[in-house]
């Protein structure tokens, strides 16, 4: 079982640029983005590394090499404030999400 | 519209079963995958199970295996999860999913799971 390592915390200002990282992704494998605000179900934000779904604000880009993805939000916004998570296929058709990392918008 | 409506909350007691149900509609039942994630109280997303109603095929994650059954019922476009032998860690807001697979050329791909449930959350305690 894969595990997937994100920091904690992030924060900017708003305007600013935030970028999130999720290491120890397999190399061959998406990862998918999660967006959850408080008191909500989550989102997808992002799928296969830097699709967006239809809705989602271009603000909001993925990227991913090697055994690390990352996710950047460009103008943050003040409703940005959430917990993101990310999230990969692992063996035996299971999934592995990271611990999430709260972004706040200072 | 695409909705997926999950079973009202639960308050169980330690060492009982809870059964939880999630009812799909607005689209074709059986072309997406469908999972179980849940949430303990201020902590993060943990994924449990998922299902493929197309063939009622399941998939555990290995904390998980012998205490989680996973069903679908294609007749009502629902799914079911039971979790047994519960204890107080079982507490949380449980979250069922769709998420599309695709064949890309000899590789499985999928589209992230792009519509949830409410939520339903399970409390634990005596």
């Known amino acids: 079982q894969s595990v997937l390592t994100q920091p904690p915390s992030a924060s900017g200002t708003p305007g600013q640029r935030v970028t999130i990282t999720c290491s120890g992704t397999s190399a061959n494998i998406d990862v998918y983005w999660y967006q959850q605000l408080p008191g909500t179900a989550p989102k997808l934000l992002l799928f296969r590394n830097d699709q967006r779904p239809s809705g989602v604000p271009d603000r909001f880009s993925g990227s991913k090499s090697g055994t690390s993805a990352s996710l950047a939000i460009s103008g943050l916004r003040s409703e940005d404030e959430a917990d993101y998570y990310c999230a990969s296929w692992a063996d035996k058709l299971s999934v592995v999400f990271g611990g999430g990392t709260k972004v706040t918008v200072l | 519209q695409v909705h997926l409506v999950q079973s009202a909350a639960e308050v169980k007691k330690p060492g009982a079963s809870v059964q939880l149900s999630c009812k799909a509609s607005?689209?074709?039942?059986?072309?997406?995958?469908l999972h179980w994630v849940r949430q303990a109280p201020g902590q993060g997303l943990e994924w449990m199970a998922i299902?493929?109603?197309?063939?009622?095929?399941?998939s555990y994650a290995q904390k998980f295996q012998g205490r989680v059954t996973m069903t679908s019922d294609t007749s009502t476009s629902t799914i079911y999860m039971e979790l047994s032998s519960l204890r107080s860690e079982d507490t949380a807001v449980y979250y069922c999913a769709r998420e599309e697979r695709f064949l890309e050329w000899t590789t499985y791909r999928y589209n992230g799971m792009d519509v949830w449930g409410q939520g339903t959350t399970v409390t634990v305690s005596s």
């Open positions: 299902v493929n109603p197309s063939d009622g095929s399941t």
């Open positions: 607005g689209y074709t039942f059986t072309n997406y995958f």
